[in-house]
């Protein structure tokens, strides 16, 4: 399985601004994934990201506020813009090798 | 969209204990993953079953597909055992989307 790797592992920031999440793999992987994983809740994930084209949000996430780019085959950024303390959360990226889901170690956002 | 109901929400255990936690799902599904999401966080996959019996050591897995429910077996249970179990499934017009239940939180006393 390639490696994941995402930055910042945490951090604390004022509401109103914007943070952007990276994450890497080791290896060319043609989807990624990103996931939100709210304090003491499950995962929900926040879209699909496609290399050369516009992510695929779900239902409730919307582009303007979770704007993601896909430059490559082995890396993706999540921007979280214009935060609320509700944004506080575990941002995790991932993909799928051979029917199965590999995580990041996760974004702990708190937002204040 | 498809439901994903875990149970016991919450299983507190001694140490050597057996345990079985339950993933009941409202639709087919064409993936079936088991995670363990440890204290810190990560979250590591433990099997992938969409249907039939795995084992892995101490840990074991049945999915049966036609009744929509897969159980996770943990035996003798360790104290580095304890986090969130979660079960995800993915349905077949979902591509590799992975709709995931509300997890089992184990705790494993010494």
């Known amino acids: 399985s390639a490696v994941i790797s995402q930055k910042p592992s945490r951090d604390i920031c004022q509401r109103g601004t914007s943070l952007t999440i990276q994450c890497q793999v080791d290896s060319q992987v043609t989807m990624m994934f990103w996931y939100r994983q709210q304090p003491g809740q499950s995962l929900t994930l926040i879209a699909t990201a496609n290399q050369g084209s516009e992510a695929t949000y779900e239902s409730g996430f919307v582009i303007d506020k979770f704007p993601i780019s896909r430059p490559n085959l082995t890396f993706s950024t999540l921007t979280v813009s214009n935060m609320s303390p509700e944004d506080s959360s575990i941002y995790l990226c991932?993909?799928?090798?051979?029917?199965?889901?590999?995580f990041g170690a996760g974004t702990r956002l708190s937002v204040l | 969209g498809i439901q994903v109901e875990q149970s016991p929400p919450d299983l507190i255990l001694q140490e050597g204990a057996n345990s079985t936690l339950r993933c009941n799902f409202s639709?087919?599904?064409?993936?079936l993953q088991w995670f363990h999401q440890n204290p810190w966080g990560q979250l590591i996959n433990l099997f992938y079953i969409p249907s039939g019996t795995k084992q892995n050591g101490r840990l074991s897995a049945t999915t049966v597909a036609t009744e929509r429910y897969s159980l996770l077996y943990i035996s003798s249970s360790q104290t580095t055992d304890s986090g969130v179990y979660f079960c995800?499934?993915?349905?077949?017009?979902?591509?590799?989307?992975?709709?995931f239940g509300q997890g089992t939180r184990l705790t494993i006393n010494p």
């Open positions: 991932s993909y799928r090798g051979q029917n199965i889901q590999y």
């Open positions: 995800a499934v993915s349905p077949p017009q979902g591509a590799q989307k992975l709709v």
């Open positions: 639709d087919s599904v064409n993936n």
